[in-house]
């Protein structure tokens, strides 16, 4: 579960910026009580959404969460060895150019049992680092097996300080020494003692939980849900959120066709590990339809081509089905940019409240998503806390802020409506588009 997360100097966030899932304490525990849960004695919100103005950095901070996750699994890879880090800074202020660029996630993860570190069932961890395009600058581990907070390890430049519940990176540092510097070395543990180090096992195993799904959304990617209708189960179920959604698709045919290593593309072969190149293949998928006689009787079913004969709203709506259910399942973190795009404000609205439900998440997945959409801005389906504004300045930086900075705002206040009126910020200042034409 996700607790907090913070980015600072970072593509158009110049200044540190904060995401908090943790409830506040200032709204009455009954408002939207089914959108929060309790662990470890935290009360934690289900969901957050994201608002703002075209080009003000909604996609900038969901993209530093992605920056985040995809670092930490890649960076001790072979493949990064001898490159500079892909990062980004904010590029509009001589104050930032040399720089670090910073990002620290707060998390709770299962407790295993395999440290008999804790007694609590679940335990909490704080990560970070500071890097560059050239090294890692600095590395944080905490975690938190009693009421105290633990430090693990922390790390400046070449200089690794490990502490004593930390056993697994001690082994490590002892045997390797200096690492490379552009490597995490949380990374390079995972990487070289995998389920043997218990603790990092923990950590890494929640990261591979945290799915931005955007590019899987933006590209209609079909692959995720295709693989998991070979459940049956799972078939049903999104066989029926189909149905539900007024798709008019009544059956899926997925069809698979094994790939060639050898003759992909080099560029697609870099990235792929291994363990991958053995078990390739492009999917295809076909939609079967009722078809009826000129007396309105059901007369058979008729074969649409998937991609290219089903509407952009149906491919979106195919693509993240699968990923959601997955996660209403496993309880992951889930993250999508634009969860509105090419989908009615209906079927938007409801998979919002499947993560809102106590019914339907019944193992506190959350969701975490950027909106134009302000029908969900409303007070019967986000708590004040679960709204977030960005806003970006004259200068070209990007604040994130929740609608609870606003100390006057009701809980019974028309959230959308005084939004749209320019009261809480985070709205275009339009100009006068008919001088166009003059």
Known sequence: MLLEFQVENYLSFKEKSTLSMIAASSINKKELNQSVFCVNGIRILKSAAIFGANASGKSNFLKAIGFMTEFISNSAKESTYGKKINIENFKLSEDTINKPSTFEITFLVKNTNTTKLSSKKYIEFRYGFQIN????????????????????????????????????????????????????????????????????????????????????????????????????????????????????????????????YNKLPENIKNKLSEEKRDHLFSISLQSLHNKYNSKEKYAGKVTFDFKNEESDGTKKFFAIIGPIISALHMGFVLVIDEIDTRLHPNLCLLLISLFNSNKINKHNAQLIFATHNTLIMNKNILRRDQIYLVEKDRYGKSELYSLLDYKKVRNDATYNKDYLMGKYGAVPFLGNFESLFD
Not at 145 to 160: A, K, V
Not at 181 to 199: D, M, Q, R, V, Y
């Open 133 to 260: 395009k050239l090294e890692v600058i600095s590395e944080w581990l905490f975690a938190r097996f009693t009421r105290i907070e633990s430090t693990l390890f922390t790390r400046n430049g070449d200089d690794i300080k490990i502490f004593e519940k930390y056993k697994e990176g001690r082994q490590i540092y002892q045997t390797i020494g200096n690492i490379n510097k552009t490597t995490l070395f949380l990374s390079l543990i995972a990487n070289i003692k995998g389920e043997n180090a218990p603790l990092t096992s923990m950590v890494m195993n929640w990261f591979m939980n945290l799915k931005d799904i955007t590019a899987i959304a933006d590209d209609n990617f079909i692959g995720i849900t295709a693989n998991l209708m070979e459940i049956q189960e799972a078939k049903d179920r999104i066989i029926k959120a189909l149905a539900l959604a007024d798709t008019s698709i009544d059956n899926i045919i997925i069809n698979k066709k094994e790939i060639e």
